[in-house]
């Protein structure tokens, strides 16, 4: 995508500034909950274009732009702030300076493309009126529910929000029906044996050989009890016992994720790890309690809303640039817990850099091509235009949630 293709999305001042920010917060990332001077440098802009704000959850920004219909619902657009504990080797210009941290997920970007979509809207007034949110700890997968619990969609009729995807060449537009992330739940086994000699295994209850039992217990539940149909993963990604090589352990913790794009299979593989785990510690009398940390839920893009958002992308790129994601992504995103209140969808914006195809998000060599934002910005502009004026000519934007 040449600067041409580009600058046809969007006025070349409004790229400038968010290829401005952009590079600003990547110069300066900061973890999840630690956004204050992210928050501060977005702050810093939206008073440059006399968008009032709100500050919330910590460092969280809401912001309105105002609608030709002002007693009408609102819709409301979303961002992350928040970058990861990666050391950067880039090689950039305006790589990270904050050592052992780095935006290696885009949300710089994120950042800076609300900013570009708010002042397109400030030039061009939507038909009612728009919700800008920039939310901290998408990556603690704890940041949205804390923006909701905020009132950030009091008065919101829908959400749109999307992820910059080194998969896609730029001005890609990938908006996918259904299941486009997973559910990312946490668990904790912990096993009580009883520590002995390792010479005398008969008088000790072996922690390590009930946890071992465990981890290849598991991997049946997925690959024995679950419909091929619907992904699922069980990852045991830590196993901690043992404190010599010449004693039994009496203790051992086994610690993973559990993720699935199906609510239902979600809850199945719930259960099953309880199942086993219980099974396991009657067969070696072993105590064994679990724990299990519900995190985000599955992020699901209903039909409506995403016939909604195809609309959209017509208006921002050709025909054959709206396309549909072509591998399953087990990962998480929690702009699920924003669709568990209102409907929204969800999509992905072309951003590959030619020679970095291999770098994947949370890589230390992650970037992204900086012409995506312009069609990010474009994209959600055009949904926000489009999703307000089904309000105001009284069209569903999707079927009833009650």
């Given amino acids: ?24 917060l990547h ?6 909950w630690e956004e204050e ?6 702050r810093t802009h939206l008073e440059e274009l006399g968008i009032d704000y709100q500050v919330v959850a910590g460092h969280g920004i809401v912001a309105d732009i105002t609608g030709r219909d002002r007693e009408a619902e609102k819709i409301a657009l979303r961002a992350d702030m928040d970058a990861l504990p990666v050391a950067e080797e880039t090689g950039l210009e305006f790589a990270s300076r904050r050592p052992g941290l780095m935006h290696a997920c885009g949300h ?18 939507p038909p009612v009126g728009v919700r800008l949110i920039w939310q901290p700890a998408e990556e603690t997968a704890d940041g949205a529910q804390a923006m909701v619990e905020a009132g950030v969609l009091d008065g919101v009729a829908a959400i749109f929000g999307g992820h910059l995807d080194r998969h896609y060449k730029p001005g890609k537009l990938v908006v996918t029906p259904g299941a486009v992330n997973a559910s990312t ?31 290849t217990s598991l991997q049946t539940i997925v690959s024995r009890e679950v419909d091929p149909a619907h992904p699922s993963v069980i990852s045991v990604g830590s196993f901690q016992a043992g404190s010599a090589p010449n004693v039994i352990a009496g203790r051992a913790t086994l610690e993973g994720t559990i993720r699935s794009q199906d609510p239902a299979v979600r809850d199945h593989l719930h259960r099953s790890l309880r199942r086993i785990a219980a099974a396991v510690g009657t067969l070696h009398q072993a105590a064994i309690t679990v724990d299990i940390d519900r995190r985000t839920p599955p992020l699901i893009n209903e039909p409506p809303m995403v016939e909604l958002a195809r609309q959209a992308a017509r208006k921002v790129v050709d025909h054959e640039d709206i396309i549909e994601m072509h591998t399953i992504n087990m990962g998480g995103e929690d702009f699920a817990c924003y669709l568990n209140h209102v409907p929204g969808c969800y999509i992905r914006y072309g951003a590959q850099v030619e020679g970095r195809e291999s770098f994947p998000a949370h890589s230390s060599q992650f970037d992204f091509h900086e012409s995506a934002m312009a069609t990010g910005a474009a994209w959600l502009v055009e949904v926000a235009h489009l999703a307000g004026q089904k309000i105001v000519d009284g069209q569903p934007l999707t079927e009833d949630r009650s």
């Avoid at 110069?27 to 999840?32: A, F, V």
């Fill in 108 to 125: 710089d970007g994120h950042s800076s493309i609300l900013l570009g979509a708010a002042q397109l809207l400030l030039e061009r007034p």
């Fill in 1 to 24: 995508m040449n600067t041409a293709d580009f600058l046809k999305a969007v006025p070349e001042p409004v790229y400038s500034r968010m290829v401005k920010l952009r590079r600003d």
């Fill in 27 to 32: 110069r300066y990332p900061e973890l999840s």
């Fill in 37 to 42: 001077r992210t928050s501060r440098q977005i």
């Fill in 185 to 215: 739940d946490l668990f904790a086994i912990h096993i009580e044996g009883r520590q002995g000699h390792g010479a005398r295994p008969h008088e000790a209850l072996d922690a390590v050989v009930v946890g071992s039992l465990l981890v």
